[in-house]
């Protein structure tokens, strides 16, 4: 199998993490022995919180792994992006959830789409992300095939619609940084996802896809995964409304101030 592994030496998945379940550990392990299964490239880590529960990752070549003791009960996730993004060497970052799970084919054609075609930002999917419930997720996560996702007639859900635009997308690091990064305003869950899509949009970098779904791996969701504290959904939408209602050279001058591109 190590043969037939296709190599993507300039990709690196970037993958934040703050472990409020079992659940999202699993998921996590499962995602990464997948990915290791059928590619070469790299892995960077961040688990953010008041205490380490990553301490057995599986051995993976090209993987690091960051504790960062974080107590503040939000998980800044952009930030935590912008970080690993400053620390990537390759010239593709795979900004991914640790739930999230896509066909190599699929991972493949987004990367050879920004190397052959400069593009800014790919979504290795088609917009449809499915939400898989626990019983076929915890066999996935034993087995570690995506036919089991793809070819079983199970049951499933979209987790926003025929256009999702969370979960996992990859970018060319310099060209998104000309776009600002993540916009680390967004200090909470929320529409960051849409926002990041809406901003590259109004640069006139619209991101593109490939064709098939994103499945999303089950697991509870806790303040971190909803709108559980109402100052930080009051400041991410407010935020998303800003961007969105400004024009390419006032969204051009806003982005030259944030700090962590600079």
């Not at 997948?34 to 990553?54: D, G, S, T």
């Not at 529409?191 to 593109?208: C, G, H, Q, S, V």
Request: charged letters at 25%; aromatic letters at 14%.
């Amino acid at each position: 199998m190590k043969n037939n592994k296709i190599n993507l030496k300039d990709l690196t998945f970037c993958i934040p993490v703050r472990i409020d379940s079992p659940y999202r550990e699993r998921n996590l392990v499962a995602a990464l022995k997948f990915y290791a299964r059928h590619i070469h490239c790299n892995y960077i880590i961040v688990e953010a919180a008041k205490e380490q529960h990553l301490k057995k990752l599986p051995s993976i070549e090209g993987l690091t792994y960051h504790f960062i003791y974080d107590d503040n009960p939000t998980f800044h996730r952009t930030y935590y992006i912008n970080q690993m993004l400053a620390r990537t060497t390759t010239k593709i970052a795979a900004i991914w959830d640790a739930d999230a799970i896509v066909a190599i084919s699929q991972l493949n054609k987004a990367y050879r789409r920004i190397i052959e075609e400069q593009a800014t930002m790919v979504y290795p999917y088609d917009g449809c992300f499915w939400r898989i419930n626990d019983f076929f997720s915890s066999f996935f996560c034993k087995n570690l095939k995506i036919s089991l996702l793809k070819d079983f007639p199970i049951m499933k859900t979209l987790m926003c619609g025929y256009h999702s635009v969370g979960g996992g997308f990859l970018v060319n690091v310099k060209l998104y940084k000309e776009c600002g990064w993540e916009n680390e305003y967004f200090i909470g869950w929320g529409p960051e996802d849409a926002e990041r899509y809406k901003r590259l949009l109004i640069l006139n970098k619209r991101p593109t896809r490939i064709s098939g779904p994103l499945y999303h791996l089950h697991h509870p969701r806790g303040d971190n995964s909803r709108d559980g504290n109402k100052q930080v959904a009051y400041i991410t939408k407010k935020e998303y409304c800003h961007v969105c209602s400004m024009q390419p050279d006032e969204l051009k001058k806003y982005i030259e101030t944030w700090d962590w591109i600079k």
